[in-house]
């Protein structure tokens, strides 16, 4: 996202998008197949980057962008079980 958006893609982007993927894979990790749980990373991905640049907007005060990682993947994550999960 940061290389379409900037033209530069960072380190720090990169663990970000990390952090989301793992975030947002852990309520559904026993119950998708694996071809969802990529796919569900990268949309958590893509949408926790988007919530990061959000908070400039709105003028959040979140260093550690824990509401753009973990509140915004964690509900993906638990939304998308809803709609993909396997029955076990």
Same mark, same amino acid.
């Given at each position: 996202v940061e290389k379409i958006k900037d033209g530069k893609p960072t380190a720090v982007g990169a663990a970000s998008?990390?952090?989301a993927g793992l975030v947002?894979?852990?309520?559904a990790c026993a119950n998708l197949a694996p071809g969802f749980a990529l796919l569900l990373g990268i949309i958590a991905g893509v949408v926790s980057a988007l919530a990061?640049?959000?908070k400039f907007k &709105? @003028?959040?005060d979140d260093s550690l962008d824990v509401v753009g990682l973990h509140l915004v993947a964690g509900?993906?994550?638990t939304l998308? &079980? @809803?709609f993909f999960a396997i029955d076990t």
């Amino acid at each position: 996202v940061e290389k379409i958006k900037d033209g530069k893609p960072t380190a720090v982007g990169a663990a970000s998008g990390a952090v989301a993927g793992l975030v947002a894979i852990t309520p559904a990790c026993a119950n998708l197949a694996p071809g969802f749980a990529l796919l569900l990373g990268i949309i958590a991905g893509v949408v926790s980057a988007l919530a990061v640049e959000l908070k400039f907007k &709105l @003028g959040f005060d979140d260093s550690l962008d824990v509401v753009g990682l973990h509140l915004v993947a964690g509900m993906i994550g638990t939304l998308y &079980l @809803g709609f993909f999960a396997i029955d076990t």
